[in-house]
């Protein structure tokens, strides 16, 4: 039984490119000061944006985009040196003003269609655990949804994407930017590894800086400030263990 509750198509949508797999699943929120708002953007054609789903804040499910079509929800974005995300992946919106609107929580009926839909998409899809992903893991310069307040934990205990349970902050040395060397690389490879999109330069340039923010958002939000402490650095050193 599918989760979906309405359907409103958008034009906002074009062909997979052939041959393609889906194998990616990328959560935003909507950042808008209403849903429905942000579905009558996702629905203008001036807009030329979109999502294949937008869940509510009381957990209802509207589709706009079927599935086997290309949403255009991910912009300029890479993971895993795949730079075409849009014809990779599904995109799911979350209704939620996000950081301009003070990073509200995201209401318990609407984890739940969150968690449930993501379960239905993945029993149709080969998408492995560490391509479920926010938007700022595939776009960390311009995006930070769906932020630190967002509930990854509780989708990985449902078998939804990766998790590992952050290292403690503590005191200790600390990467940032303008730190340069062999443990700067190091980094960055580790980062590479994983799927971010970061070259290892052996510079703490400021696309690392965003990078390891997007981690943070996603992997350590107890502080999300750009810099690698000992804490960031663990927390990714548990995670390629644990993939």
Known sequence: MTLVTQE????????????????MLVL???????????????????????????????????????????AWHAGVSSWAGVSDINGHSIGIEIGNGGHDFGTPPFPEAQMKAVETLCREILARHPIPPRHVLGHSDIAPERKSDPGERFDWA???????????????????????????????????????????????????????????????RHFRPERVDGVADLSTVATLHRLLEAV
């Open 154 to 216: 509780r989708l990985a205990r449902a078998g939804i994407g990766v998790w590992v349970e952050p290292f403690p902050i503590v005191e200790g040395p600390s990467l940032m930017p303008g730190d340069r060397g062999d443990t700067v690389a190091e980094l960055q490879f580790r980062l590479a590894t994983y799927g971010y999109g970061v070259e290892v330069l052996g510079v703490y340039d400021a696309k690392t800086e965003a990078v390891v923010r997007a981690f943070q």
């Open 28 to 70: 935003h929120y909507t950042g808008m000061a209403s849903t429905a708002d942000a579905v009558d953007l996702l629905c203008s054609p001036e807009a030329r944006v979109s999502a294949h789903y937008v869940v509510d804040e009381e957990g209802q499910v509207l589709c706009l985009v079927p599935e086997e079509k290309r």
């Open 8 to 23: 409103r198509l958008s034009p906002n949508f074009n062909d997979r490119p052939e041959p393609v797999r889906i194998d």
